[in-house]
């Protein structure tokens, strides 16, 4: 269970989608101050990430510079990763990038069923083993008297005085 759990874990984050993101902005602000010399280099990388990432918006200052409507409008939020980087203040140029991240969504999910599918399968074949079988009575058995005992002193309680009640010796179960 220590060595199948941690690989059926998703937890390797994808900082290509960070790169491409910040590697536009950069170009951006750069554009802004020198267009004839960054335009070119700005369009390229924007071609770049929407042909190796999950693309679905690029804006600069709030105005839309790609976007891919049909997937954007059918993706829950959840299934979105949104970079923002700069201010209009400090640098002059916002830039909010959004990526389709569903693909990631899913192989989180898949990979939960199949913990879950490797715990319960565990838990069928250990239910099998004579010893653990046996714990797992003497366990049952310990909870039902307690729970016995505590239901027993409960209608005591109930069906006495309130009063009379530190005279009363405590109920003892022989098992």
């Given at each position: 269970?220590?060595?199948?759990?941690?690989?059926?874990?998703?937890?390797?984050?994808?900082?290509?989608?960070?790169i491409?993101?910040?590697?536009?902005?950069?170009?951006?602000?750069?554009?802004?101050?020198?267009?004839?010399?960054?335009?070119?280099?700005?369009?390229?990388?924007?071609?770049?990430?929407?042909?190796?990432l999950p693309?679905?918006?690029?804006?600069?200052?709030?105005?839309?510079?790609?976007?891919?409507?049909?997937?954007?409008?059918?993706?829950?939020?959840?299934?979105?990763?949104?970079?923002a980087?700069?201010?209009?203040?400090?640098?002059?140029?916002?830039?909010?990038?959004?990526?389709?991240?569903?693909?990631?969504?899913?192989?989180?999910?898949?990979?939960?069923?199949?913990?879950?599918?490797?715990?319960?399968?565990?838990?069928?074949?250990?239910?099998?083993?004579?010893?653990?079988?046996?714990?797992?009575?003497?366990?049952?058995?310990?909870?039902?008297?307690?729970?016995?005992?505590?239901?027993?002193?409960?209608?005591?309680?109930?069906?006495?005085?309130?009063?009379s009640?530190?005279?009363?010796?405590?109920?003892?179960?022989?098992?």
């Amino acid at each position: 269970m220590l060595i199948v759990i941690p690989t059926l874990t998703v937890n390797d984050p994808d900082v290509s989608l960070a790169i491409g993101a910040r590697m536009i902005h950069n170009l951006a602000v750069k554009n802004a101050t020198d267009p004839s010399t960054y335009e070119t280099g700005l369009q390229l990388a924007i071609s770049i990430v929407q042909k190796e990432l999950p693309l679905l918006y690029i804006g600069f200052n709030g105005v839309a510079t790609y976007l891919d409507e049909s997937r954007y409008n059918a993706l829950r939020s959840s299934e979105m990763s949104e970079f923002a980087f700069g201010s209009i203040a400090t640098t002059g140029i916002r830039t909010i990038v959004i990526y389709d991240q569903k693909y990631d969504s899913v192989q989180g999910a898949l990979y939960s069923i199949y913990t879950t599918t490797f715990v319960i399968g565990l838990l069928l074949v250990s239910l099998h083993s004579p010893l653990i079988l046996q714990r797992i009575i003497t366990v049952y058995s310990l909870v039902f008297i307690t729970f016995q005992l505590m239901s027993i002193n409960s209608l005591l309680v109930l069906s006495r005085n309130l009063s009379s009640l530190c005279e009363r010796s405590p109920l003892t179960l022989s098992v």
